[in-house]
């Protein structure tokens, strides 16, 4: 997000990172290798900053993931890109994340601005993390009280794993979707769940194979529970 002069521009449906190596002998930086992150709506990237261990940290918003319309979204990569873990930070409406930097202990600390939380329109909104320790799952604070479980079993897993979601609270009507995305953010499966009621364990059968029946390449994968308010996701390695 770029402000300025009264204007401001949202820009990038996925955000792109992109890293060069420059020779100043030459036209123009070699590419070494792009990524691109993000789910089915609007994410964006504000901040990227190169860790103690050579990988990535990147900090911006995200409208496919958390339970706002438009969460912090902290994303940690390895030295050529790959996701290692993704975290959203906010509340029901709206949070931004301008800058993050690595801290002492290994953690991090984030700035950006809260319409969620706070006395004003927006507010300075200032998150600072525990130590890096390869977190790989992320829940809204506000279901942690109702007790949800979300667990995979085998993970990692070569033919098949199975799911099982229980939550003990009403859906209140809401729709209740459990998918699977690729790290470019791509849903590569769905899985109907129909209950007014989540008290009981529902479980459900991956394959390894897409909603055209294809099976899908080893690597990592994204598992995300939605309902309501409730959202979890977890990560999954499919072994080749």
């Not at 991956?206 to 308010?229: A, C, E, H, M, Q």
């Amino acid at each position: 997000e770029i402000e300025g002069w009264g204007c401001r521009t949202l820009f990038f449906l996925h955000f792109v990172l992109l890293f060069c190596v420059v020779d100043l002998s030459a036209q123009a930086p070699d590419t070494l290798w792009t990524k691109i992150y993000g789910g089915v709506n609007d994410d964006g990237a504000h901040s990227v900053q190169q860790t103690s261990d050579g990988g990535y940290i990147v900090v911006g918003y995200t409208m496919s993931f958390g339970p706002g319309f438009s969460n912090v979204w902290l994303l940690k990569t390895d030295a050529n890109g790959d996701t290692i873990w993704t975290t959203t930070y906010g509340g029901d409406n709206i949070e931004y994340s301008y800058s993050v930097k690595q801290t002492f202990d290994d953690g991090y600390i984030i700035a950006g601005r809260t319409n969620s939380f706070g006395a004003g329109d927006y507010d300075i909104y200032l998150v600072k993390t525990k130590p890096d320790v390869g977190v790989e799952e992320t829940e809204n604070s506000k279901s942690k009280i109702q007790n949800p479980r979300l667990a995979i079993y085998p993970n990692p897993f070569s033919d098949k794993t199975v799911i099982s979601v229980k939550c003990s609270m009403p859906s209140n009507g809401s729709e209740i979707t459990l998918r699977i995305y690729d790290l470019s953010g791509r849903s590569v499966k769905s899985f109907p769940l129909t209950t007014d009621y989540l008290s009981q364990t529902i479980t459900a059968q991956w394959d390894g194979k897409d909603n055209s029946g294809k099976k899908v390449p080893g690597g990592i994968y994204f598992l995300r529970f939605v309902t309501g308010k409730y959202n979890a996701t977890r990560k999954l390695l499919k072994i080749r």
